[in-house]
């Protein structure tokens, strides 16, 4: 009975996104308020307890950097910052209703082997940036646990040579290997396991906003910072 459950539960989650992604294509539809609608209905059909730290800035032309634990970030995020668009790999883009879903939210997506399309998405991000967007984007490039793996600079030096704030976030779950989305996960099993999940504790931390002194230095000091908050949350 349990397997059941957790199978159409599976199932409903995909049938409400594209519901949400239809329901946004209507003259009159803000999306704004569907992307916040979406991810607080998301976040409680998977059963996530929330707990928030920190402020979230209202500034414009804010980059938001963190690390990467699962496609669960993305609800997380979105239920507690307005406005927010991300960069992506350019694979999301394919995956049914879910790829639909980003490209409605102006997601960049990035040939991540790709110099060329990380070029251009290098330029978009600038763009959207300097036109008062909010933009988050995981430096690590992948989901993982522990960020073991160099986070890239290039949201970093973006940061610093164009003077752009950018407000630092660290997020984790308990548990932690279920929630996280890695590996040889694989999307449908993945998510009918969470449902088999009684429920699962989400921290979702902010820094306050700060400037680029120093792509290099920073990007790994802002790393650490993410991954002694993870390490510290399993202890």
Known sequence: MKAITSLTDSVGLFAKTYHYLQKSKHPEASVE????????????????????????????????????VSYLDIPLLMSTVRGLSFVAKEEVGSWPIIGS?????????????????????????????????RIAIFPSGTTCMHEKKVWRRGAFEIAYEKNFFFQPFRITYLPLRAAAYIDDDFLPSHLYNLFGLERIHAKLEFHEPVQIKDPVVDCEYWQKWTKDFVTASQN
């Open 101 to 133: 879903a980003a490209k409605k939210i102006d997601t960049v997506f990035v040939r991540r082997e790709s110099g060329s399309s990380r070029q251009l998405a290098r330029q978009s991000v600038q763009e959207a940036l300097s036109n008062g967007q």
């Open 33 to 68: 308020d569907l992307k916040l609608q979406w991810a607080q209905d998301m976040l409680s059909r998977l059963r996530i307890d929330l707990a928030v730290s920190g402020k979230v800035s209202e500034q414009k032309s804010l980059l938001f950097l963190g690390n990467h």
